[in-house]
């Protein structure tokens, strides 16, 4: 039993020698070694802003298995590019205490500071990307601010996703207008240049200027996410086929989903 005891001791120490040797072969990684010491550093949540999100009883909505919740933070006036700020939870139950700060910032310097824009989204896919059928909510804070309450309260409908707009034709090419043409409109996604169109619309007895709405209902495959940056084509066809051929009139633009307002020209003749 004394030996069994004595070598138990000599076994723990023996083991302990060889931990301590393995975490000094197997140092920590400089870039983790920053972020614990970023998260333990006490000014770091200064400017925490906290809060509650609800979602309004009045939309009456079920929750998708692989919904999200997503909170952005973006400088005031900063409507476009990647947030300031972005924190996401895949487990969640309303209403639902947040906070939002500095470690969750998404370019290593900037600072989480200012007026801000908050907004949470209920993404039923959990793709991040804001689709028809997910749910916001957006509320103007400050930096450091406390017991935020932010309502979801702003459904996605399709048609917020619609690009609307007018053709026309230039001066130059208005004798150059077939009198039995049909008109296509078709978006693709930038840098596509072959293949099927994401959405396509075919408009017969044309008369320019020419007012279009183009979105999720004119997809040509079902289910497909309608989404950007894409390249707006519209185009006169002589024979109707939609295919591109000599006489056509084409005009090309660059839009994003829910883009209003958008001028199309058509100022190119197809050799």
């Known amino acids: 039993m004394k030996y069994l005891a004595l070598f138990c001791f000599f076994w723990g120490i023996v083991s302990i020698s060889g931990c301590d040797k393995e975490l000094k072969e197997h140092p920590l990684p400089e870039s983790l070694k920053k972020e614990l010491a970023r998260k333990a550093d006490p000014t770091i949540h200064i400017n925490d802003v906290s809060g509650t999100i609800l979602l309004d009883p009045k939309l009456n909505v079920s929750l998708n298995p692989s919904a999200g919740l997503f909170i952005f933070a973006r400088p005031e006036g900063v409507d476009a590019g990647p947030p300031l700020a972005v924190k996401r939870h895949s487990i969640f139950k309303f209403p639902f205490e947040f906070e939002i700060g500095q470690l969750h910032t998404m370019i290593e310097g900037t600072q989480f500071e200012g007026i801000m824009n ?64 049909t008109l296509f409109i078709f978006v693709r996604s930038e840098g596509v240049k072959r293949g099927p169109p994401l959405a396509v619309k075919r408009i017969p007895d044309i008369q320019f200027p020419y007012e279009f709405t183009l979105g999720t209902q004119d997809v040509m495959v079902p289910g497909t996410i309608f989404e950007g940056p894409m390249v707006l084509t519209a185009r006169i066809d002589i024979d109707g086929d939609a295919r591109a051929g000599p006489g056509d009139i084409e005009g090309f633009v660059g839009a994003q989903p829910g883009d209003r307002k958008v001028a199309l020209l058509l100022n190119h003749l197809t050799p």
């Open 118 to 181: 908050l907004t949470v989204r209920l993404d039923q896919d959990g793709n991040r990307k804001s689709s028809p059928g997910d749910i916001e909510g957006k509320i103007q804070i400050t930096a450091g601010q406390k017991e935020v309450q932010l309502v979801l309260n702003n459904l996605i409908s399709g048609d917020a996703y619609n690009i609307q707009g007018t053709v026309d034709v230039s001066v130059g090419l208005q004798n150059k207008i077939p009198e039995n043409g």
